[in-house]
């Protein structure tokens, strides 16, 4: 079933994530909110797009997320929270982990979790099993990115016949891509991180991170995250994770402010949303990043 508006909480706490968590947090005192938790499954992709800002055309060896780890970094989240209204299953392409069913049965059955909405670039089918668990539950729905390379009609016409919730986005691209190293100065990066509209929950194998930059760059190896940019959810105790997420509210900046072209968004020039570009190009960019990183930290 098509939907003819957004989520409720897709665009609009996303790009409010940090300042209505403060303010729920003030209003129920001892309580925390999330309103957008992302949580990416796999970096496999069935596209290799040039200007992806999450960084997955820089994967040479692609992987899946451990199953357990999705699911039990999910659960440690809910036990030190009050609610998460939106959680987002991201890629790569979600369609192409082989145990999507079972992730999304147990986020389901989590009941702080209010929204699931699984991001796909349209270029799959939805498996059948996935279908059983999501179908006609208005607690989920798929959000379709529209690319310039894809057709989308054959996965919107199964949807339909299988009465799952669903939209197709078509969403200007900028040229985001670049990780260089920016050396900005300490009073920038506060300034650049307090004003970013892109700082939403990123979890990846385990990691809570503040930024989806932050996790794949970390992951890449582009920069080392410091400890205080992420929480191990695993690691540590539940009770503990309500005094991490309430000092991440408070942070005044993180590394990968430092490797980000967010705070140029308006001059940046438009791009074509999902133009392809080959694995091989790929590499030898992040290569050419990566000593060009080295080279500017001085060989830290």
């Given at each position: ?10 665009h ?5 994530r940090k ?23 796999t970096?496999y ?14 994967y ?21 929270v ?29 009941q ?16 059948e ?25 054959r ?21 985001k ?6 050396n ?12 970013c ?31 205080t ?9 539940h ?41 091989d ?20």
């Open positions: 079933m098509k939907l003819e508006t957004q989520l409720r909480y897709e609009f706490c996303i790009s409010h300042s209505i968590a403060q303010i729920l947090a003030l209003i129920h005192r001892n309580s925390l909110y999330i309103p957008c938790l992302e949580v990416p499954i970096t992709c069935s596209l290799r797009c040039r200007n992806c800002a999450n960084l997955i055309q820089y040479e060896r692609p992987y899946h997320v451990d199953c357990d780890v999705i699911i039990k970094s999910v659960q440690a989240i809910c036990y030190a009050e609610r998460v209204d939106c959680l987002r299953i991201l890629g790569g392409e979600p369609f192409l982990y082989p145990e999507l069913d079972k992730i999304l049965y147990e986020i389901n059955n989590m702080k979790v209010a929204n699931i909405v699984i991001v796909t670039n349209g270029t799959m089918m939805l498996p099993r996935v279908a059983r668990v999501i179908g006609a539950n208005k607690k989920f729905k798929v959000s379709i990115s529209e690319y310039c390379c894809v057709e989308t009609e996965l919107s016409q199964q949807l339909d016949n299988y009465d799952v919730y669903y939209e197709i986005r078509n969403i200007p691209w900028k040229e891509a670049s990780v260089l190293y920016r900005y100065s300490e009073k920038e990066l506060a300034y650049y991180f307090k004003n509209p892109n700082r939403f929950f990123s979890l990846l194998n385990g990691q809570l991170h503040l930024c989806p930059r932050s996790a794949h760059g970390n992951d890449l190896g582009f920069f080392r995250s410091e400890p940019d992420f929480i191990n959810v695993l690691q540590i105790p009770d503990e994770i309500r005094t991490e997420l309430r000092r991440f509210l408070r942070v005044p900046r993180i590394v990968a402010c430092n490797y980000c072209d967010e705070p140029l968004a308006q001059c940046l020039k438009t791009v074509v949303a999902g133009e392809q570009v080959g694995k190009e790929m590499m030898k960019k992040r290569r050419k990043m990566m000593e060009y990183n080295h080279a500017r930290r001085g060989g830290l």
